[in-house]
């Protein structure tokens, strides 16, 4: 079964400062990759995927994120942080070929100090 | 373009009671797919619609049954709820062709006393 992990629960960062988060995945074939958001409260926005092709994905408001395969890991880095970036991130894996089930990491909760 | 809606927003229940959730999909979309979230987890799979059929269903038991409607909305369904179902329900619609991106609600909070 695949699994996802998300080894930072915590992290804090300046704002204006680069931010990496960190994503790792266990999967026996070619994985769908992703990284969602959610503000407090509010549902999943998807900030970028990965299906195939180019290995560094590009998404909304600044985020990329690269596939490394020999890692097993997909990190995503925002170079200048913005005090609204503050909010939970997830990363997920889900099925190649069909079958739309995502499974998710446990998030990582991003602080932005001022 | 409406994204997905879920309904009700919030909603207080008791032990052994049953309730019903209900999500529309994104304009487009016919593939719906059903997640638990509870407080300070990741979203757990629980099922997906497609055709009016559960296609896919995670670790959940029984109790936690589903339906797709022609128009392809669909309800979750909980019956004797236990505290621990306590949890935000996120409901996830995708086009089965296009591939697998699924875009999310805003989900229901419900809370067990």
């Known amino acids: 079964a695949q699994s996802v992990t998300q080894p930072d629960i915590h992290i804090t960062v300046s704002e204006g400062a680069s931010l990496e988060l960190r994503c790792n995945y266990s999967?026996?074939?070619?994985?769908?990759l992703f990284w969602y958001v959610q503000s407090p409260g509010q549902g999943l926005q998807l900030l970028l995927k990965?299906?195939?092709?180019?290995?560094l994905v590009q998404g909304i408001k600044g985020f990329e994120a690269e596939f490394k395969r020999s890692q097993s890991s997909f990190n995503l880095r925002k170079p200048s942080v913005h005090w609204s970036d503050a909010a939970e991130y997830f990363c997920?894996?889900?099925?190649?070929?069909?079958?739309?089930?995502?499974?998710f990491g446990t998030g990582t909760q991003l602080k932005v100090e001022l | 373009d409406a994204g997905v809606t879920q309904s009700p927003t919030h909603l207080i229940k008791t032990r052994g009671q049953q309730v019903t959730l209900r999500c529309s999909p994104k304009?487009?979309?016919?593939?719906v797919s059903w997640y638990q979230q509870a407080l300070g987890q990741g979203p757990q799979f629980i099922f997906q619609?497609?055709?009016?059929?559960?296609?896919q269903r995670g670790n959940f038991p029984d109790r936690f049954s589903g339906h797709q409607f022609p128009n392809y909305s669909s309800e979750l369904n909980v019956n004797a709820l236990l505290l621990g179902d306590s949890a935000l329900y996120l409901c996830?619609?995708?086009?089965?062709?296009?591939?697998?991106?699924?875009?999310f609600g805003p989900g229901t909070r419900l809370t067990v006393l």
């Open positions: 996830a619609s995708s086009l089965r062709l296009a591939g697998d991106t699924q875009y």
């Open positions: 999967y026996g074939a070619t994985p769908y």
């Open positions: 990965y299906f195939s092709g180019d290995t």
């Open positions: 997920a894996v889900g099925l190649t070929g069909g079958g739309n089930k995502l499974t």
């Open positions: 304009s487009g979309h016919d593939t």
């Open positions: 619609y497609y055709e009016e059929e559960e296609r």
